[in-house]
């Protein structure tokens, strides 16, 4: 009761309320941020337009307005961002491989270096190279890439070092796929290189299944040296000084015979095979053939690198290194035969095309017409220009010891071959004759083989 009089005492008390509406709005402006509408259209500026020929442009045809608009962004935004960096390029691999101041994390990640083989393959000896296992259903191993990098690179140095030193390079590598990679490798450090299945005793019976292969001796810069011919064909098979293996599981045999000789060997070791099987081990995935082009690559550039240092220390004049070949400096005999064996005109050569000229012009008895009898095709052998020791020596020893009938004999065998050979060019010329004359010259071929087969007539091929 008491609050409802309070109200009605002030209600009496309250001013008339004005008949004209109570703008709000006006007062929401004021309050507002916004500025004014009419301010907002009026405070806008047109966006700079490109000029009036690509106006033009545009409007006529769409493509073209497009690249000039292009255009037009390229020059204002050309000198924003970064430069970019060289990415990833497998199919560089084997035309510009990778040197070894080039080899990196990311290279090593993006060649699946890191994938190793499946945990219960394992061997406990690369525990150390082993960054981790991944994988739930089949886990597999992964290769720490600080390792593999610190590893390739130990080896580009083993590598370099041994080319400088004049040393030889034997690259091998027999999976498939491999040979193209090992080949350019072996070119570049200027080496050998090995494709196809290791034969077992190259090494260690070296000179049974190396003895036909060519030699060659060089000097300091490469250059061939003449004169060591002879020393060479009787000197010991050349030997690698260093090997690189890129699967050294199927090469145990390679790996053992060089541990036999004492030469140092890299290998690419992958979780399942055992690293003390080769000098300088380099832990990475050796099923991956980008993997191998990378290492295969750094180590052919290694290589090189040491060739070109070899090389210019040479031109110098600077040799730190000595030769254990064995061989002696061959005297000016040697000299001269060896540069008349360049030239092609060695006695020994002259001899061989003379006895092949005469072994061409020498007819062959099995080859005469069937009416040149032994003796006479003996004789006939023994008066041709020309023949060689042996035939003359084993034509008389066909022939008797009476003088008097060699002599005899001889004249009449001569008259029964001039008498056979017009006979026979008789017979080329009428190759077509009747049957009383193809009797006819049977019976005088049979009178003048029984001729040349008598021991003596005073004229041969008289009737």
């Known amino acids: ?73 390229k020059a204002h935004t050309s000198s924003l961002g970064g430069v970019p960096e060289p990415h990833y390029k497998p199919f560089m691999l084997l ?30 000896a690369n525990a150390k190279y082993i960054f981790g ?20 690179r130990r080896a580009c140095k083993v590598a370099q070092g041994v080319a400088a030193k004049g040393g030889l390079i034997l690259f091998v590598g027999t999976r498939r796929d491999q040979a193209r990679c090992v080949v350019r490798a072996a070119e570049l450090a200027k080496g050998c290189h090995l494709f196809d299945k290791w034969t077992p005793g190259t090494l260690t019976n070296g000179q049974q299944i190396l003895g036909r292969c060519k030699k060659k001796a060089v000097n300091e810069v490469d250059e061939e040296v003449v004169g060591f011919e002879p020393q060479l064909k009787y000197s010991s098979a050349v030997k690698p000084d ?54 295969a690559g750094a180590l052919g550039r290694a290589g090189e690198e040491g060739q070109a240092q070899r090389l210019s220390r040479a031109q110098a004049g600077h040799v730190d290194y000595a030769a254990t070949h064995g061989l002696e400096m061959p005297t000016k005999d040697e000299f001269d035969a060896a540069k008349r064996a360049q030239r092609g005109i060695s006695e ?11 072994f061409e012009a020498t007819p062959d008895p099995a080859d005469a017409d069937d ?30 010891p009476d003088a008097t009938s060699e002599v005899q004999g001889s004249s009449q065998n001569e008259a029964a071959i001039d008498g056979l050979t017009n006979v026979k060019a008789e017979d080329e010329q009428f190759g077509t004759l009747a049957a009383e004359d193809m009797e006819d010259l049977s019976a005088k071929r049979e009178e003048n083989a029984d001729v040349a087969s008598g021991p003596s007539v005073p004229k041969a091929g008289s009737e």
């Not at 700079?48 to 497009?66: G, V």
């Not at 050569?349 to 003379?354: M, N, Q, R």
């Not at 041709?384 to 008389?396: F, I, P, Q």
């Open 95 to 124: 035309a510009n491989p990778p040197r070894p101041q080039d080899i990196t994390l990311e290279l090593l990640l993006a060649s699946q270096s890191h994938l190793g083989h499946a945990t219960s393959l394992w061997n406990p």
């Open 242 to 295: 260093l090997v690189v293996c890129l699967n050294p599981l199927e090469n145990y045999t390679l790996l053992h015979e060089c541990g036999i000789h004492n030469i140092p060997t890299i290998g690419i070791i992958d979780t399942d095979a055992n690293p003390t099987w080769v000098t300088y081990p380099i832990p990475a995935n050796d099923d991956s053939l980008r993997c191998v082009q990378v290492i």
């Open 133 to 152: 296992i991944r994988g739930d259903h089949d886990p597999i191993h992964i290769i720490s890439l600080d390792v593999t990098a610190a590893h390739l």
């Open 1 to 73: 009761m008491i609050i409802r009089s309070l109200m009605l005492r002030h209600g009496r008390l309250a001013p008339p309320r004005s008949t004209t509406p109570f703008r709000a709005s006006r007062w929401r402006r004021c309050l507002a941020t916004e500025a004014p509408i009419s301010q907002t259209e009026s405070s806008q500026q047109p966006l700079p337009s490109l000029d009036n020929a690509s106006q033009e442009d545009s409007s006529e045809d769409p493509t073209i307005a497009q690249w000039n608009f292009f255009q037009h962004q």
């Open 371 to 400: 009416v040149f009898t032994k003796p006479s095709s003996t004789v006939f052998a023994k008066t041709e220009d020309g023949l060689s020791a042996k035939t003359e020596d084993e034509l008389r020893s066909k022939q008797t």
């Open 348 to 358: 020994h050569d002259e001899d061989a095309e003379e006895d092949e000229l005469l």
